[in-house]
């Protein structure tokens, strides 16, 4: 391995960690609380949409990474194969569409916290994708960034620093739902796969 993807691996391997750490700080209650203390009610409804908009605005350089350095390839998935990845990943997209829908657009993104009176309504979801696995986002996430069709040094180094943020970000995620959600997400939790379906027999919704 030459001096060059070396320092592309490191590069991208310290993006990874810098963005996983500044996005789980800003998602902690700790950091909303302190700023709820700082804005006052009005915090309760801009905090999802500010939120979103830093996540995105600093996750966009660290992929765009991979294609900035050097970087040589691992392998590339034969014909026709990769028609069944490239599937695969159009299925991860759609998981993802749906998922987001099931929780509600505008709340996912921050825009309907905005024009609520009092203190934003949150609520579980526990049926459609989520009655399969707990995180179905982070489900077709990761199936999304494991089947690109080529792979090269710096798209793995990505995809391990990803992989490794999503399931440490996780567990810290679930702290955080247990806290706000108490009995009814610990039964979720023991009746729900986290990642990967039982698609024999899955969890029924739970109704609050």
């Not at 014909?79 to 991860?92: R, T, V």
């Not at 929780?103 to 949150?122: A, D, M």
Request: overall charge positive; aromatic content about 10%; proline content about 6%.
């Amino acid at each position: 391995m030459s001096y060059h993807i070396f320092f592309s691996i490191l590069i991208i391997c310290l993006s990874v960690g810098l963005y996983g750490a500044i996005h789980s700080w800003l998602a902690s209650l700790r950091v909303k609380v302190k700023v709820q203390h700082k804005l006052g009610p009005k915090a309760d409804h801009s905090y999802r949409l500010i939120y979103n908009l830093l996540a995105i605005l600093t996750l966009l350089p660290v992929l765009a990474l991979p294609a900035a350095l050097p970087d040589q390839r691992v392998y590339a998935i034969p014909m026709p194969w990769n028609l069944l990845s490239l599937a695969l990943q159009g299925i991860a997209l759609l998981v993802l569409l749906l998922g987001v829908i099931q929780t509600g657009v505008w709340s996912f993104l921050g825009l309907r916290q905005l024009f609520e009176s009092g203190k934003p309504s949150v609520h579980l979801v526990t049926n459609g994708l989520y009655q399969y696995v707990r995180h179905p986002l982070y489900t077709a996430g990761l199936v999304l960034i494991w089947l690109i069709p080529v792979m090269t040094v710096n798209t793995l180094a990505l995809d391990i620093g990803l992989t490794l943020y999503i399931l440490i970000g996780i567990h810290y995620e679930e702290r955080k739902l247990v806290r706000e959600f108490g009995p009814t997400y610990e039964a979720y939790r023991q009746r729900t796969p986290m990642l990967i379906p039982k698609l024999s027999q899955h969890a029924p919704a739970i109704t609050e």
